[in-house]
């Protein structure tokens, strides 16, 4: 094994995170640009809080979240960040995200146990929708007729949404709430008959 300083371990870690496509364990760490070097699990853990708090008060910040370590913009920002892009994210529809705080918050669940809380069926787009983000997955199935497939959520959702783990969920109360000023803005809209039709489905009046 090569011996590596502390300056240089530094700086290949920060590197290697700001380079990356994806979050990036500590386990990927060791197993990718750290595999040549002598490096332990204490040195890698107190590298990456050095750099956690050299970027704690900047625009950029490195945060841990359920599959590894990435930089992102500071929250704080992004109402003006928002101006660099010209397109709107993809708007995701208030069925969709009922659909999606239901098996977070409840996980493992069945379809049918979601359509059972909602009062209405799921729409096979947004579940399609969903596995196809990689924010849910198929993780067995309940033993009782018909075994239903058991769904939970992914670290890709973890990930997507800047968290470590579910614990670090919102409460219930304030996901409804979330939900509700949403849904106070949707009326002030033109009404639609979208139902649970993902908005990234299309439709005959509308191509997105």
Partial sequence: MTSISKKQLKQLV????????????????????????????????????????????RGIQLVELASGYRFQSNDALSPWLSTLWQE??????????ETLALIAYR???TRGEIEDVRGVAVSSNIMRTLMEREWVKAIGHKEVPGRPAL?????????????????????????????SDNQTADDASPPTTMGDRDPDEPSKEHLH
Avoid: H, M, W
């Avoid at 709107?88 to 995200?97: E, G, I, Y």
């Avoid at 470590?164 to 996901?175: I, R, V």
């Fill in 88 to 97: 709107n994210a993809p708007r995701l529809s208030r069925a969709l995200l």
């Fill in 107 to 109: 996980q493992p669940i």
């Fill in 14 to 57: 920060e590197a290697a995170i700001f380079v990356a496509d994806e979050p990036l364990s500590k386990a990927r760490l060791q197993q990718t640009c750290l595999a040549d070097f002598n490096v332990s699990t204490l040195q890698l853990n107190k590298v990456l809080n050095e750099l956690t708090e050299d970027y704690a008060s």
């Fill in 151 to 179: 769904y939970a959520t992914t670290d890709r959702f973890l990930d997507y949404f800047g968290l470590k783990s579910l614990n670090e969920l919102p409460t219930e109360a304030a996901f409804d709430a979330l939900l």
